[in-house]
């Protein structure tokens, strides 16, 4: 029996479910790397080179292990531009009995998947995805006829099923959640670890002239490429976040500090998202570091929720929801994104920093995605399409069975409140809180009305204003609601008249995604670049 064992760019890993049983002697290895899986959203320049160059590494490593693999690069001059075109000339080539492949992250390459068989002729067989801690029937299973889908309730049961951090049928240390411990804000002068850098090889720079020749017009920054692209180098990479991070990563893992990206943060997200890690190998790697006392529980259990529980959560959502998931729109936000996602050019310096951290490095952390970039495309009711693409394209880790429940259900709630109990929408006093943004802004954070006011501040009451129908009776709301009710009808107004002016002016500066300047028209009050002077 001769199988053709295809691997997709985002399942790199040495144990996976589609080469378990490899002949070496009959089988062949296909990878291709295909214009469409490049191009179906325009990615981030550093994350076409990082799946391209592990690509690359992961299949010489196959060889090496004496695998015979068929690679089709991009630049190959007979290259059919998509998975299932590849595969049809593989066939030809090869003429296989089979074909075995890992069922994919994204929905719409599963749905290419289960053409195949028809479209090709031959038995295509699909795997489970063995890498996750939660195979998709068990959270179809945990997620039947449940009104609301927590992720805290998935998440124990979760800790529950795996053992980690348990002692016996009790969470460790008594508790199931130490995130009251993990908002600490960092203390001025606080020195952090260096970011572990894992410089550009050889294939990496043939990938990078690569992405430069054939998508100029990509978002991002491809200098200062740093990310692991080989699993020794995630290995690598894994053992610095353990080492020097983990143990102050639970108190800062909200913090937020200009010209500081990277903190106590693990990013380990690339690698484990592509699978040069696996989520089992991580979350027992940090356990170790609390049973030998090296860390911290407040910081473990914190790391471990994420992978254990918020991780596997978001996937088992996906799952569940789509293909109809992202066609929602609950509260009906319909303007534009603006320019400046794409430019980081605003005064806002909250949004400023964040653009231009997710610019260089195709990275930003959770409370930056979240409580800056989330957040204001929240109270500024931007379309939940445009946002999702926009987080898609632009992050190293971002595939969208990870983004899509992420940004649609958490941070837009645009799933009217499947996944998230309540919108995570919060003034600039939060972020003056968490960071040191607003000490560079133009904008004044304890300003609630007029030119100088923080937009945050004025955005969010006209948010509950806004959506008062929807909202007004979310029972974890009813503080702000109850503030808005005694809010006496002149600062209500004031609220509304400078939260229309700024949205007006938002909506008048459009460009185009992509082109660093292909502006058409900005508002000059927007824009730290003012294009009349
Ligand atoms: C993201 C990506 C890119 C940019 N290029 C390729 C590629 O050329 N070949 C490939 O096999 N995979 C690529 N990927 C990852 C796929 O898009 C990923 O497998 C899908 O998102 C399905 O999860
Ligand atoms: Fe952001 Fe407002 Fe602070 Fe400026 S003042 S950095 S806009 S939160």
Redesign the pocket.
């Known amino acids: 029996m001769r199988t053709l064992r295809l691997v997709l760019g985002d399942q790199l890993h040495p144990r996976l479910a589609t080469l378990t049983d490899l002949d070496p002697g009959a089988d062949t290895v296909l990878m291709v790397e295909v214009t469409d899986e490049a191009t179906y959203v325009r990615h981030h320049k550093q994350k076409l080179v990082l799946v391209l160059s592990a690509m690359r590494h992961f299949a010489a490593e196959l060889r090496a292990r004496g695998i015979a693999v068929d690679y089709v690069a991009l630049e190959d001059p007979d290259n059919a531009g998509s998975f299932t075109a590849e595969l049809t000339r593989a066939v030809a080539r090869h003429r296989p009995d089979r074909i075995v492949v890992t069922e994919a992250g994204e929905w719409r390459v599963e749905a290419m998947m289960r053409g195949w068989e028809e479209a090709l002729g031959i038995p295509v067989e699909i795997r489970d995805d063995t890498r996750f801690l939660c195979p998709r029937p068990i959270f179809a299973r945990w997620a039947e006829g449940r009104e609301s889908l927590r992720m805290e309730t998935f998440y124990r049961a979760m800790r529950r099923r795996t053992g980690f951090l348990m002692e016996g049928r009790e969470p460790a240390g008594g508790r199931w959640n130490f995130d009251h411990d993990n908002r600490r804000r960092l203390p001025p002068g606080h020195a952090v670890p260096e970011r572990r850098r894992f410089p550009p090889d050889a294939v990496t720079r043939e990938v990078m002239a690569l992405v430069a020749r054939r998508f100029p017009d990509h978002f991002g920054d491809l200098d200062g490429f740093a990310w692991p692209v080989t699993r020794a180098d995630a290995l690598a990479a894994l053992r610095h976040f353990l080492d020097d991070c983990l143990p102050d990563f639970g108190d800062y893992q909200d913090a937020m500090r200009a010209g500081t990206p990277f903190l106590y943060h693990g990013l380990i997200a690339p690698a484990l998202n592509l699978g040069l890690l696996d989520a089992e190998e991580v979350c027992r790697a940090a356990e170790e570091r609390w049973r030998d006392g090296s860390a911290p529980l407040n910081a473990v259990e914190g790391f471990i929720r994420q992978i254990l529980g918020w991780r596997e959560y978001v996937r088992g959502l996906y799952w569940a929801k789509m293909p109809d998931y992202p066609q929602t729109n609950a509260l009906d936000a319909t303007r534009d994104l603006p320019w400046f996602y794409w430019s980081g050019e605003t005064r806002?310096?909250?949004?400023a920093e964040c653009v231009r951290d997710t610019k260089a490095h195709a990275h930003a952390h959770h409370i930056q995605r979240l409580m800056?970039l989330g957040n204001f495309a929240l109270l500024a009711g931007i379309a939940p399409a445009q946002v999702e693409e926009w987080f898609l394209v632009v992050y190293a880790d971002a595939y969208e069975w990870v983004e899509l429940p992420n940004v649609h259900g958490m941070a837009l709630f645009a799933d009217g409140g499947l996944l998230a109990s309540k919108p995570y929408a919060s003034s600039?006093a939060y972020?003056?809180r968490m960071?040191d943004?607003?000490r560079?802004?133009?904008?004044?954070?304890r300003e609630k009305s007029g030119p100088a006011a923080?937009?945050?501040?004025y955005l969010y009451w006209n948010f509950l204003i806004a959506n008062e129908g929807s909202l007004s009776r979310n029972p974890r709301l009813a503080m702000p609601y109850r503030t808005l009710a005694r809010m006496p009808p002149a600062r209500r107004g004031a609220i509304v008249a400078d939260a229309a002016s700024f949205l007006d002016a938002l909506s008048t500066s459009k460009g185009e995604p992509g082109g660093d300047g292909a502006v058409d028209a900005r508002a000059p009050d927007l824009f730290l670049v003012d294009p009349a002077g």
């Open positions: 806002m310096a909250c949004l800056v600039g972020i003056d960071s943004y607003c560079g802004c133009a904008y004044d954070v923080c937009p945050f501040n």
